[in-house]
Structures are given as C-alpha cells and as structure tokens.
C-alpha cells in the first residue's frame, strides 16, 4: 500500500512539476486553402510545451504541424501548414536572456515545393514571412531576418527577404485573395 502512495505522489509531483510550462499559445501558420487558390495566413492555437521558457515560441511554432480536427477522420489527415510541409522553418534569440543578440532567422536549407500542393514557391515564403510579421515580439519588430538556406535556392529567396526587411512591419506584407 506504502508503495502504491508513493509512485502516485511521484507521478502527481511530476505532473505538477512539468504542468507549469504547457500552455495554449497563439501562432500564424500559412495554410493550405484546400482549393480556393490561394495560401490562407491563418491565426491557430497551438499546445506549447515551452510557454514560460522565454523563447518566442510563437515564432517557433509557425512550422508546427497542424492536422485539424475533422467529421472525417480517414480522409482528412494531411498537415495543412505549408511552412511545416515544404521545410520553412523559423527561430528567434532567447527573448527572457538580456545578454542575447537580437535575432530572427528562416531556415529553408531543407526547402521542397514539390510538397506544397500546387502553389507557388514564392507564395508559400511569403506567406510564412507574413506569419512571422504578425507574431512577432515587440523587441524583435525591427530585426532583420537572416536567411539560411542552399545555395542553389540564394538567389529568389534573398530578393523576398530583403524586401520583407525593408517593408514596414506594421503593414501587411502577403495579401492573400478576398
């Protein structure tokens, strides 16, 4: 009996001890628009496991996958997020360490538009840049972004982000369709 209270208090204390961190957070994702034509920037919610980290989390989780909840489970189980299919990553310096260099980087080395349903390689940067905008942090609404990727690629993707870095952040920057 002894021991059976003392492996529920240890899972309780672990439950507790590691419930303090998981949150619900806000994010943009560029979702596949499922035949209307064009990428949808999309406001989710996502479980974040990191939320009181001091990470912008927000950031990180533009290339989450997302598989939503539907009333047909069998055929609808593709990850909508572009950025999660197609390889756009995206990261930030650590916001809560005040010796941190202010940074935000987009991660495309592992870039594959053959796995975006049919849209532009163009629209689907550009949509996630347009995430990025929205859930950016106060402290990082003025830092340039900083492109990783390979260098057959370099060329288009610098020209979108030196225009992103240059586009005043508080206006859009990727207007899909009405």
């Known amino acids: 009996m002894k021991s059976l209270l003392l492996v529920t208090f240890l899972f309780i204390s672990v439950r507790l001890c590691w419930a303090g961190e998981s949150s619900l957070t806000v994010t943009f994702q560029p979702l596949d628009g499922l035949g209307a034509g064009d990428v949808v920037v999309s406001q989710v919610t996502c479980h974040d496991w990191s939320a009181h980290s001091g990470m912008a989390t927000a950031i990180d989780l533009i290339s989450a996958k997302n598989v939503p909840p539907s009333n047909n489970p069998k055929e609808a189980t593709q990850d909508l997020n572009l950025a ?43 949509a996630s840049l347009e995430c990025l905008r929205r859930c950016l942090p106060e402290k990082l609404v003025n830092v340039d972004v900083t492109l990783r990727c390979v260098e057959s690629e370099r060329g288009w993707l610098e020209k979108i982000v030196a225009e992103f870095n240059a586009h005043d952040r508080t206006k859009v920057f990727y207007k899909q369709a009405e």
């Open 84 to 126: 999660s299919r197609c390889g756009v990553g995206f990261g930030a310096s650590d916001l809560g360490d005040p010796k941190a260099k202010a940074e935000l980087i987009m991660d495309v080395t592992e870039f594959d538009v053959t796995k975006g349903g049919g849209y532009e390689r163009e629209e689907i940067i550009r």
